[in-house]
T-cell receptor, first 117, second 114 residues
Framework: AQTVTQSQPEMSVQEAETVTLSCTYD???????LFWYKQPPSRQMILVIR??????QNATENRFSVNFQKAAKSFSLKISDSQLGDTAMYFC??????????????FGTGTLLAVQP | DGGITQSPKYLFRKEGQNVTLSCEQN?????MYWYRQDPGQGLRLIYY???????QKGDIAEGYSVSREKKESFPLTVTSAQKNPTAFYLC?????????????FGSGTRLTVV
């Protein structure tokens, strides 16, 4: 069974600084996707970034980028130029990709990020 | 605009009562999912459905039931057999296409046992 581990329950960063959130996962699969979701106080789940396992290039979305280390099964999220609106719970998630599979998301326990003014 | 609507936003249940959480989507998505969120435990899968009239148990299905009579709707019933139902419930949907693995989430229902 796949598992996702986020070892940082809470983190804090100053506005405009850079912060990195950690995520490790365990799987024997070779074809999968990894995601970072943001859940602000409104509790709406928002997709931040997505990484396909077969791609060696790390995904980037504006101020958000990932460091995907497939051999180490590590998938960290870097937020540059942190903004107050980045304050949220961040979830790392795994999805196995197989024909006919459920494509269900497996989530980590989350990291609560507070951006300080 | 297309999206997922969950209702109600807040729900209170008395001990021994069954309650039903609504989830409706107008995205024409094939697959729909119910997740439960508890503090410190992330999101855990309750039930999922890939097509109409078919659904499967997730990791924590005990005490819950679902139906999928229409593509747009996937209601979740929390039965009296669920011993600790107080939680935040999220519904999600996903297109069945092979190239799109993105989920769309609803805004959630907060269920409290009183």
């Amino acid at each position: 069974a796949q598992t996702v581990t986020q070892s940082q329950p809470e983190m804090s960063v100053q506005e405009a600084e850079t912060v990195t959130l950690s995520c490790t996962y365990d799987t024997s699969e070779n074809n999968y996707y990894l995601f970072w979701y943001k859940q602000p106080p409104s509790r709406q789940m928002i997709l931040v970034i997505r990484q396909e396992a077969y791609k060696q290039q790390n995904a980037t979305e504006n101020r958000f980028s990932v460091n995907f280390q497939k051999a180490a099964k590590s998938f960290s999220l870097k937020i540059s130029d942190s903004q107050l609106g980045d304050t949220a719970m961040y979830f790392c998630a795994f999805m196995k990709v197989l024909r006919g599979a459920t494509n269900k998301l497996i989530f980590g326990t989350g990291t609560l990020l507070a951006v300080q003014p | 605009d297309g999206g997922i609507t969950q209702s109600p936003k807040y729900l209170f249940r008395k001990e021994g009562q069954n309650v039903t959480l609504s989830c409706e989507q107008n995205l024409n998505h094939d697959a729909m999912y119910w997740y439960r969120q508890d503090p410190g435990q992330g999101l855990r899968l309750i039930y999922y459905s890939q097509i109409v009239n078919d659904f499967q148990k997730g990791d924590i299905a005990e005490g819950y039931s679902v139906s999928r009579e229409k593509k747009e709707s996937f209601p979740l019933t929390v039965t009296s057999a669920q011993k600790n139902p107080t939680a935040f419930y999220l519904c999600a949907s996903r297109t069945g296409g092979k190239t799109n693995y993105g989920y769309t989430f609803g805004s959630g229902t907060r269920l409290t046992v009183v």
